[in-house]
């Protein structure tokens, strides 16, 4: 993996260059870009970031939160240029507010959820959702299933099986523990020895070395939609990110990190 991602740092900024040529990229014009991102991108985007700015001159400004929260602040105060979602409800929410160019908004990527604990928890592997129930665990922290878009995915995986004549997620709402995002979840289930979270792939991946996997949940797939505001349609560079996050060299570096793929690359400004 180390590897890849030299690779991709090496040979980024020279492609980087043909790809903006199409965005009638000039060098010596430089701005600031505002984006707004779900907090389960924070590393992929870091990095793709660093290869954008390297290349073009330009600066991006970083906003990780829950999608549920960016979404309230892009309507609240407009100071978004590009919103990457980690939910197509809450992209929904500020296309219907007008504060996105809708022609703009696209399917980028791909996330599945994973049931994991720490790795200084007893529990192994489990084979599915009614057996991890039964296991011995106080907490089950989840992204706040009424506003978090990770939250929402597990309440729907836990809902699809019944034990005892109630489904998994009513049984265990005793137990819940309702996080404001998944980097939340994902810091308070490896803080504890008797809480089992429910996170994203990609926040497994990230810490996977004080993380155990006890279920994976493919069946379920998280959506990752991204779009230009109405305040970024009048930068350039908002149009030059776009089209670069579409790029081989960008989803290269969002596949390391686990993402899917949702879409083929789509380069219109």
């Not at 507010?97 to 809708?102: E, M, R, T």
């Not at 129930?133 to 922290?141: K, M, Q, V």
């Not at 049984?171 to 020895?193: E, F, I, W, Y």
């Not at 990609?202 to 006890?214: E, P």
Request: glycine fraction near 8%; charged fraction near 20%.
């Amino acid at each position: 993996m180390v590897g890849h991602r030299g690779f991709v740092r090496v040979f980024a900024v020279p492609m980087l260059s043909v790809i903006l040529a199409g965005c009638f990229w000039d060098r010596g014009f430089q701005e600031e870009i505002t984006v707004f991102a779900a907090s389960s991108l924070n590393g992929s985007l870091q990095e793709i970031g660093r290869l954008f700015e390297e290349a073009s001159g330009h600066r991006i400004a970083y906003n990780f939160a829950g999608s549920n929260v960016l979404a309230q602040q892009i309507i609240a105060s407009g100071e978004a240029d590009i919103f990457l979602s980690a939910d197509d409800r809450w992209m929904d929410y500020v296309e219907e507010s007008g504060k996105i160019h809708p022609e703009t908004r696209r399917d980028l990527l791909t996330n599945t959820l994973v049931a994991i604990c720490s790795t200084d928890a007893k529990w192994g592997p489990v084979t599915g959702v009614s057996q991890l129930a039964e296991l011995d665990f106080r907490i089950l922290c989840v992204g706040d299933p009424d506003a978090v878009p990770a939250g929402r995915y597990a309440r729907h995986w836990l809902i699809s099986e019944e034990k005892n004549g109630s489904n998994i997620w009513e049984g265990l709402s005793s137990r819940l523990s309702p996080a404001t995002d998944v980097k939340a979840t994902l810091a308070q289930t490896l803080s504890r020895n008797d809480t089992v979270g429910i996170v994203y792939w990609t926040d497994y991946l990230d810490r996977k070395d004080a993380a155990r996997m006890l279920l994976e949940g493919e069946e379920l797939e998280a959506l990752y939609p991204i779009a230009v505001t109405q305040v970024g349609m009048g930068k350039q560079s908002a149009g030059a990110f776009l089209r670069f996050i579409q790029s081989e060299i960008a989803l290269d570096v969002f596949r390391e990190y686990g993402f899917g793929i949702a879409t083929m690359p789509e380069f219109n400004e």
